[in-house]
């Protein structure tokens, strides 16, 4: 592994963010203070500032969580079914399996459907609600379990 060393003057998230295309770096390692209340607002929260304007992948370490040294890796990948929120699968799963001993990996699939429902005075329950909720929720389970196996 190739390391380099860099110093900057200057403005700490500006500089994060000008540092990314400078050196072409394709993810951001960083933890997190977690400070609160006025020290948040004087310093800006920087990781905020990160997580939200940075291009690449941003893996925020919160002050007194747990390290990647002594804990098992659970990675959570949200899924809409969409071939964008898929490619985050290949990462996340060379993420975990570089980062935890096999027995401490664990892959998390989401699906969250939001299944909207009338609400307010004129609000009506149909008989049919409960089912198309169930197929919805068995369709979710599917397409999970397709990708889990793939």
């Known amino acids: 592994m190739q390391t380099q060393v860099k110093v900057v003057l ?11 295309e400078l050196l072409g770096v394709d993810m951001i390692v960083m933890s997190s203070h977690g400070y609160t209340g006025f020290k948040r607002w004087e310093l800006g929260s920087i ?4 997580v939200h304007h940075s291009p ?12 990647l040294a002594n804990a098992s890796i659970r990675v959570l990948v949200p899924l ?7 490619s985050a699968l290949d990462p996340a799963v060379a993420f975990i399996t570089s980062t935890a001993p096999a027995n ?3 892959l998390h699939l989401m699906r969250v459907v939001n299944i909207p429902v009338a609400n307010g005075k004129f609000q009506v ?20 379990a397709d ?3 793939n």
Do not use: C, M, W
């Open 56 to 67: 690449v992948p941003v893996l925020l370490l919160r002050d007194g969580g747990p390290t």
């Open 80 to 86: 809409d079914g969409s071939p964008l929120s898929e």
């Open 147 to 149: 990708l889990q196996h």
């Open 104 to 106: 401490q990996r664990f």
């Open 10 to 20: 200057g403005d700490i998230a500006s500089s994060i963010l000008s540092a990314i």
């Open 47 to 50: 990781a905020h500032k990160i």
């Open 125 to 144: 329950h149909l008989p049919f609600d409960n089912v198309i909720t169930e197929d919805v929720k068995r369709e979710a389970y599917a397409y999970l």
